[in-house]
T-cell receptor, first 117, second 114 residues
């Protein structure tokens, strides 16, 4: 069965420092996708970054990068130069391979990040 | 990024009543997904809505409680029926793009049942 694990319920980081949010996954599929989302207190889900299982390079999007270690089945999110606006809940998710667009997502339990001034 | 308009954004409802949530996407998509996020919890998939066929429900979710419509490739509704306080959650619709490399969500509907 597919599973996403986020072991850090809460994290604190000083403003302007980098922080790593952990995510490990379990799947028997060879083709899969990994996503990270930010959920502020408003409840919306903001798409941050995507990593495909066959991608050789780690994904980067601005201040976000994904440290993808396939053999260890980990897909950690790195946020560089943290800002106060980064304070939110962060979810790691995995796409199960299905025909058609997208495919359903399986989510981890989330990590609440607090950025200190 | 996909533009998904979801409404209502929030509602407070009496137990025993029903609420219909709407999602409108800015372009045609094959599948739309409906998720529930209970307070303090992660997201759980309720069902997958395909145009022209019945929705596919995940374990623990049934059509009588969460009927879904998908009349065309840009629109879907989720109804939460005969509500109880346990249905108080955020409900979100989602679509995929980019051959599966992107997945976007509507703004969410924050439902409180009293």
């Amino acid at each position: 069965a597919q599973k996403i694990t986020q072991t850090q319920p809460g994290m604190f980081v000083q403003e302007k420092e980098a922080v790593t949010l952990d995510c490990t996954y379990d799947t028997s599929d060879q083709s899969y996708g990994l996503f990270w989302y930010k959920q502020p207190s408003s409840g919306e889900m903001i798409f941050l970054i995507y990593q495909g299982s066959y991608d050789e390079q780690n994904a980067t999007e601005g201040r976000y990068s994904l440290n993808f270690q396939k053999a260890r089945k980990s897909a950690n999110l790195v946020i560089s130069a943290s800002q106060l606006g980064d304070s939110a809940m962060y979810f790691c998710a995995m796409r199960s391979p299905e025909r058609g667009q997208g495919g359903k997502l399986i989510f981890g339990q989330g990590t609440e990040l607090s950025v200190k001034p | 990024s996909a533009v998904i308009s979801q409404k209502p954004s929030r509602d407070i409802c009496q137990r025993g009543t029903s609420l219909t949530i709407q999602c409108q996407v800015d372009s045609q998509v094959t599948m739309m997904f409906w998720y529930r996020q209970q307070p303090g919890q992660s997201l759980t998939l309720i069902a997958t809505a395909n145009q022209g066929s019945e929705a596919t429900y995940e374990s623990g979710f049934v059509i009588d409680k969460f009927p879904i419509s998908r009349p065309n490739l840009t629109f879907s509704t989720l109804t939460v029926s005969n509500m109880s306080p346990e249905d108080s959650s955020i409900y979100l619709c989602s679509v995929g793009r980019g051959g599966g490399t992107e997945a976007f969500f509507g703004q969410g509907t924050r439902l409180t049942v009293v």
